[in-house]
């Protein structure tokens, strides 16, 4: 069985799998010849939808489901995000990077299943490298009549563009990207209307992931069945993880859900370095809620497991801690993240993010108050009622609940480390 | 249109015009725009809004109100080589906040200020996408991963002295780089001259040796 | 008066309660509706909701159980079941407003919105007494001017998008914005370029904080001693519905009321803050008589005898009178009847020759109201930039068209509504005819405007675009405009109550009620009430000051009118007052018009007299006094009444409310229209003058008789513009800093023909100017500012030379 699917083509050919002769060699574009010749749009949009594959750019929902949605108006837009900024998370760039002509395909072919006749890739401004690849990419499919007019002389064309941000986390949503893109600040919009029927200049849009984008190609040649098989029914596919902080072998892995995350950061990641031992980690990206060895160790890498557990695998970003961290330092580099990224128009992410960094940075300096463990609770649930996860919101977007998660991290497992720090500095202080 | 921006270089006037054609509304094109008008008037300057402002069609305070809301849009003055340090989570648990400091300590500027000389600016910076080689900096968004202080001590150093004219990624994490996110692959011939993304439709892209 | 058409509804629940509710309102609007206020700031009814305060969020039954939602963001539905009260919302909405508060001033007593403020109000009623924010505050410098007009707090602000709304999406002045993001977001404008927009007051009234306030009421009051009178805007012919504030006997802020019919609660800068000049120390408040050292003050009763004694002395058809159009309805009434009836003369005249004719103004048969502007599918105007000269209906064309109708805009020069104008056609000033005739052909070029015009219900706004423009060529257009699909037509008059001025008989052809001079019916109505009438047509303006000068008239009456300033030919104006034995000047300042006068009347002004009013649509309003004259200024009516009793006459006529009476007798137009019919209620929006079914005769031009005007000469366009020399403008004290610069504006090919580039001083129409080239003026034209200080004097001829005089610097 495949484990295998998007890193095949880099990992066999590290020296120019970016190139569209090794893209060629190595069965690149078959399938978009074979989508144009032979299957009609709504004839992939159905192996997509078999494929059961979720997005993989955070929200996970499934991608022909969401494709379904998108509203008959003329004319349409697809939009791949690649925008990754969350911190933890860098596969998006992998990809990008390492195998442009696999995305651009998906591109080709999701377009043609979508009746876009313009794709715009969103870039984050920081990966000049990244837009780079691609744009050469773009350039060599065009001149070989893979883009462009009437593609493989059929009478399908599409133009794509290369859009780079300009410095903003929160573009990677998927509205403030939109914004972004139309020369806007990047603030997500208000939902309704979702971008399917009013995205790009008001226009039905579809905003995928790089990653998900990536995956259309295969899901073309071998099936939407055929993916639903690989992994756990509710996880199908192949997932890039990317795997960093406290760890022997970091990097990004394209492995297939259902482990344990005791294989994945043991067997996958080579272990936490110099023998320490694991103290946390981080199973999604710096939204996500954090996960401690006792509890969480031997549960399963899946979309719904770690949901289950409170939790999310989101764009599949592992952050792990070892003994030695400061937990609370941790929390309050991630919290000062989002309150920096806030695009500031909802009054509780905009104040509360800020807020939060503030007193976590007073605990770090030592001026912790009893009273501020329930201060920063507080203002957590002001942002986020109930502090559960998914969270609710007294916000537009998720951005400011995702500063929450670190704080209710903290308190949940490390409260008496936390505690300590903040009794301990009001002795210092005196 | 040309009318207004007649005194900017044909290259970056081309690139203007090429720009607005390739979206379906002129507003589209504000950021690259931006871009290629920093690259004109070595920053974001109020000129550089008006510029852009006029090319769009929109006013210069809908420029400035875009323009402010991203961080690689610079209001002020940015050295030849702009220095990014990222310390957000991961590059914290790496010791970033040491290379912080050696990249401060060399340049002798804190995060947000720029040399002396106007040649190096710093500036501290939230995750860059390159958690895996953690910690990692830019120099004109072209990243070197896999940093420990002395080796950010001898790219300031190189930076200083060397001047490079053209800023590669593979070049700065062959002689100062360790750890990767990922394998790179092939070297990339192309760098950035300026502080501005080194990106060939718009940008400071140019071929190193 | 808004029509009741059948609205669809929804069942909704509120806190228990079933309801009924229009469908497709937004949550938080039906809740207000019902009484349940929801707090909120960043909504306001008038602009779109963007939900970014959060402030007004509540509970929604949903599939997944209650969520939480902001209420200005969702429309009912069927069936919705809400909770605005539930400990979960009351949490919600605690928490929103400690953040609001951590980063807010506690200068609540020196703030202007201190006791009117909705985060003040909250704060008490929500308050947690002490804040749990020991951190630093977010600081700013503060106040900081955005304009002239405009003072910025910015640590007041809660970035509630009110202002940007209002400035970008209601005025298309997107000229103040969010700068920066996240916590450090503020509000500002870009270094170089002020908020100077027309409509930068309705920014000030928006705000729900203190963050912007406007220079001239800072500090002035605090909002529990104001007392509001309700009333509307002469600053221009919309007639915008206003509260006029007064503190301690003096006003010291005008705001919008929400008028749906007319300005929806917005007002132009000028209907907002040129009531500084009625209080201004250069106001006339006592009467003055010319003795050989200038003028002398006197009493009333001194000044009324001369005035008597004087008129008497002459034939009624040698006494006129010019003005009338900056005062009520009753006061125009009484003027008309004063001329008509005790001087005996039918010569009066409310325009200034800059008008057109009055049948086509007053009696258009189909004409527009404002609100048929939002059912059109197409909007023609032909006339003066309504930026410039009526600035609210600025707004309504421009929402107009943002909601989807198609504009055609012709015009001489460049209008503030050519950006989002579907076709703008511009011409040679003095060619109109010529492109009427190929328009209503659709000819060559004009085969796309032909198809659009084609396209109905169409609106027509008619007026002169300019100065040095043939008021026949506004007849030609409205005639066309006639055989448009579905057409309604909108006369464009600028002056303040000039079309209640014509309703009221100040035309030399038309009686009280938009009747003719000729009708023998209306004759004998008011025969029957007034005692004789002279038989008209009178006079016009122009026609007056022609006759002053070669002496066939030998006395005029100015009743608030500056021809010298205001008339197409200036130097004729000024011959006229010269060369007549006997001025009487009813005004509130000296003027250039009224220095030339035997006695200046102190006149009572807009905000000192009661009454009614008729807007550009026939829309009659009530005009309410909020202070007592000035002085011992006085208003019209009652000063020609005791005139008239003087010369022997018995008007009757000192009462208002009397007046208004008479008017609905002798006006039939105006029966049932009195004042107690047109209420202060909130929601009364007025009422249109009804035609009757009268159809007047219309001396429309065919729309081919005109020829271009052919000349080697350059073709002059005149136009007037918001910021002008005007003597309101001159004294109301904020807004006199703001006319404009004057420049001769000329067409690029026409500038290097005459080898002048920008700046160099030309000569042009007897005066010299700086020339300011500009592609948006058609080649073959010159286009000057009318009435700026560096215009005063121009004669609005059809023709100019221009000479250079010298290059710049
Ligand atoms: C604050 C925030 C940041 C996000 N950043 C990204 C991102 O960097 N890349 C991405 O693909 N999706 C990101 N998302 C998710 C997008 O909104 C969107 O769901 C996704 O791009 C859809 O693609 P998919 O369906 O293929 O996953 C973000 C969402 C939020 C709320
Ligand atoms: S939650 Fe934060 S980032 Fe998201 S829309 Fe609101 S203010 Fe912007
Ligand atoms: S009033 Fe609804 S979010 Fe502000």
Redo the contacts with the bound molecule.
């Keep these: 069985m495949t484990d295998k699917i998007l890193t095949v083509r880099m990992d066999a050919y590290p020296a120019d799998s970016q190139t569209l002769s090794r893209y060629l060699d190595t069965g690149g574009y078959e399938a978009l010849t074979k989508a144009l010749d032979q299957m009609s749009p709504e004839e992939i949009i159905e192996e997509v939808k078999a494929s059961n594959m979720r997005g993989r750019g955070g929200a996970g929902f499934p991608m022909g489901v969401k494709w379904g949605f998108l509203a008959p108006a003329e004319p349409r837009y697809l939009v791949v995000n690649c925008d990754e900024s969350e911190p933890g998370t860098f596969n998006d760039r992998q990809l990008a990077e390492r195998d442009p002509h696999q995305l651009l395909e998906g591109i080709a072919i999701s377009s043609y299943a979508l009746g876009v006749h313009h794709a715009f890739i969103y870039v984050r401004g920081e990966y000049a490298k990244a837009a780079r690849r691609i744009q050469n990419a773009i350039d060599e499919a065009t001149e070989a009549g893979y883009l462009g007019k009437d593609i493989r002389d059929s009478d399908f064309s599409l133009e794509v563009t290369v859009h780079l941000g300009g410095g903003a986390y929160i573009c990677g949503e998927e509205t403030a990207l939109l914004n972004s893109l139309e020369g806007r600040r990047g603030e997500p919009r208000l939902k309704p209307p979702f971008p399917a029927v009013e995205g790009l200049y008001a226009q039905p849009t579809i905003v995928n992931n790089v990653e998900s984008i990536s995956n259309v190609p295969w899901i073309t040649m071998h099936g939407g069945a055929a993916y639903a098989a690989i992994g756990p029914e509710r996880s199908a596919g192949t997932k890039m993880m990317s795997i960093s902080g406290h760890i022997n072998k970091p990097g990004n892995y394209e492995i297939v859900m259902g482990m344990t995350w005791r294989d994945l950061i043991f067997d996958v990641g080579g272990g936490i370095p110099d023998g320490k031992s694991l103290k946390a980690w981080i199973p999604g990206g710096a939204s996500a809620p954090w996960f401690v060895p006792d509890v969480h160790l031997d549960t399963i890498v899946s979309i719904d497991d770690v949901a289950a557990n409170g939790s999310m695998i989101g764009a599949g970003a592992v952050v792990t801690m070892d003994e030695t961290t400061n937990v609370v330092a941790v929390a309050h580099r991630i919290v000062r993240f989002f309150a920096h990224e806030s695009c500031g128009q909802c009054t509780p992410c905009r104040e509360g993010t800020s807020w939060m960094e503030a007193v976590l940075e007073r605990i770090l300096q030592g001026g912790g108050r009893t009273e501020d463990i329930d201060l920063l609770l507080d203002i957590s649930d002001n942002i986020s009622p109930g502090l559960a996860w998914p969270p609710a919101m007294t916000t537009i977007c998720p951005l400011g609940p995702s500063a929450v998660s670190p704080v209710t991290s903290i308190t949940r497992w490390f409260r008496p480390e936390l505690e300590a720090m903040i009794a301990g500095s009001e002795v210092a202080v005196g | 249109m040309t009318a207004v921006i007649s005194h900017w270089s044909q290259e970056n006037q081309s690139a203007a015009k090429s720009i607005l054609d390739r979206y379906p509304e002129k507003r589209s094109a504000l950021m690259p725009l931006l871009y290629v008008a920093s690259l004109e008037h070595e920053y974001a300057s109020d000129d550089a809004m008006r510029e852009v402002a006029s090319l769009t069609g929109i006013s210069a305070a809908q420029v400035l109100s875009v323009a402010s809301f991203y961080t690689m849009f610079k209001a002020v003055p940015v050295g030849r080589y702009l220095i990014s340090v990222c310390t957000s989570v991961v590059c914290y648990l790496n010791n970033a906040d040491e290379v912080l400091e050696a990249v401060e300590g060399t340049t002798g500027v804190d995060s947000g200020g720029i040399t002396h000389d106007g040649a190096i600016s710093v500036e501290r910076v939230e995750c860059i996408g390159a958690c895996g080689g953690a910690p990692a900096v830019q120099v004109n968004y072209e990243t070197v991963e896999g940093l420990t202080r002395e080796k950010a001590e001898a790219l300031v150093n190189w930076l200083r002295d060397a001047k490079p004219p053209v800023v590669l990624a593979d070049e700065m994490q062959q002689l100062f780089g360790g750890q990767r996110s990922f394998d790179w692959g092939p070297m990339d011939p192309d760098g950035a001259v300026r502080p501005i993304p080194a990106f060939g439709p718009y940008g400071s892209v140019e071929e190193g040796r | 008066m808004a029509d009741n058409a059948q609205v669809e509804t929804v069942s909704i629940t509120i806190n228990g309660a079933v309801h009924e509710v229009p469908a497709g309102e937004l949550l ?1 609007a039906a809740a207000e509706d019902l009484g349940e206020n929801i707090p ?4 306001y009814k008038k602009l779109a909701p963007v ?6 969020l509540v509970e929604v039954e949903g599939p997944r159980g209650k969520a939480l939602i ?4 969702v429309p009912v539905s069927d069936g919705m079941v809400v909770d605005t009260e539930s400990t979960v919302v009351k949490k919600a909405q605690k928490g929103v407003l400690e953040f609001l508060l951590i980063n807010h001033p506690l200068d609540c007593p020196v703030c202007d919105k201190g006791g009117e403020c909705p985060l003040q109000d909250q704060a008490v009623e929500f308050g947690p007494g002490e804040s749990r924010f020991i951190e630093q505050k977010r600081t700013f410098t503060k106040p900081i001017p955005v304009s002239e007009l405009v003072l910025l707090d910015r640590e007041r602000c809660v970035l509630c998008d009110r202002c940007v709304r209002v400035a970008d999406d209601i005025a298309g002045d997107p000229l103040i914005e969010f700068i920066d993001r996240g916590n450090h977001t503020q509000i500002n404008t870009f270094p170089s370029e002020p908020f100077s927009s027309y409509f930068s007051g309705n920014t000030v009234q928006t705000c729900p904080v203190g963050a912007l306030t406007s220079v001239d009421y800072r500090f002035k009051a605090r909002p529990w001693d104001l007392t509001s009178t309700r009333s509307v805007s002469l600053a221009d012919s919309v007639h915008s519905t206003v509260d006029v504030q007064t503190s301690m006997g003096s006003i010291v802020r005008v705001y919008g009321v929400e008028n749906n019919e007319v300005n929806e609660g917005w007002l132009s800068d000028k209907d907002r803050f040129q009531f500084g000049a009625f209080q201004d120390g250069s106001r006339v408040t006592t009467p003055l008589v010319r003795d050989a050292d200038g003028f002398t003050e006197t009493t009333w009763a001194e000044a009324m005898e001369l005035i008597a004694s004087r008129l008497g002395g002459f034939l009624g058809s040698e006494v006129g009178a010019i003005g009338g159009a900056n005062n009520t309805n009753e006061e125009a009434f009484v003027l008309g009847r004063f001329m008509r009836s005790v001087v005996g003369s039918p010569h009066i005249d409310a325009q200034i020759g800059d008008g057109i004719d009055p049948h086509l103004a007053a009696a258009i048969v189909d004409r527009a109201t404002i609100n048929n502007l939002d059912e059109a599918s197409t909007i023609l105007l032909w006339g003066p930039d309504l930026k410039e000269t009526l600035p609210v209906l600025y707004l309504r064309v421009r929402k107009a068209v943002l909601a989807g109708a198609s504009l055609v805009v012709v015009s001489p020069y460049a209008t503030g509504l050519d950006s989002i104008a579907t076709h703008v056609v511009p011409y040679r000033a003095g060619s109109g005819p010529e492109v009427l005739r190929k328009i209503s052909q659709g000819e060559d070029e004009f085969a796309a405007v032909g198809a659009m015009l084609g396209t109905g219900p169409v609106v027509v706004l008619v007026g002169r675009t300019s100065l040095s423009e043939d008021p026949r060529l506004v007849e030609a257009a409205a005639a066309f405009a006639r055989t448009l699909p579905e057409s309604r037509i909108m006369p464009l008059l600028l002056r303040g109550n000039v079309f209640g001025a014509l309703d009221m008989g100040l035309a030399p052809n038309l009686l009280p009620g938009r009747v003719s001079t000729g009708d023998a019916d209306a004759v004998a109505l008011l025969e029957d009430n007034w005692g004789p009438i002279p038989e008209g047509p009178g006079k016009g303006t122009m026609e007056m000051l022609a006759s002053l000068v070669d002496g066939d008239l030998k006395a005029i009456v100015l009743a608030g009118s500056d021809p010298v300033r205001d008339c197409p030919d200036p130097q004729t104006a000024i011959d006229a007052l010269e060369n007549a034995e006997f001025v009487v000047a009813f005004d509130a300042f000296v003027t250039d018009s009224s220095r030339r006068a035997d006695v200046i009347l102190p006149a009572a002004v807009w905000g000192e007299v009661d009454g009614t009013a008729t807007n550009l649509e026939g829309r009659v309003q009530r005009l309410g006094a909020s202070t007592p004259p000035l002085g011992k200024a006085m208003s019209l009516a009652t000063a020609l009444d005791g005139i008239a009793r003087f010369m022997g006459v018995e008007m009757n006529c000192s009462d208002w409310m009397l007046v208004n009476k008479e008017i609905a007798t002798v006006a039939p137009a105006y029966g049932g229209l009195t004042a107690d019919y047109l209420t202060f209620e909130a929601g009364d929006d007025g009422a249109i003058v009804p035609l009757r079914g009268v159809v007047q005769p219309l001396s429309y031009l065919p729309t081919d008789v005109k020829v271009p005007v052919v000349t080697d000469r350059f073709t002059l366009h005149l136009a007037p513009s918001m910021y002008d020399d005007s003597v309101v403008l001159r004294h109301a004290t904020i807004l006199s800093s703001l006319h404009g610069t004057a420049e001769a504006r000329l067409h690029p090919k026409d500038a290097s023909a005459l080898a002048v580039v920008d700046g160099d001083v030309v000569e042009v129409a007897g005066i010299e100017l700086p020339i300011a080239i500009d592609v948006r003026v058609v080649p073959g034209s010159v286009v000057l500012p009318f009435n700026q200080i560096a215009t005063k004097g121009v004669h609005a001829t059809a023709a100019v030379n221009i000479q250079a005089v010298r290059g710049d610097v």
């Design positions: 938080i909120r700031f960043c909504y939900g970014k305060c959060r402030m007004c902001p209420s200005c963001t």
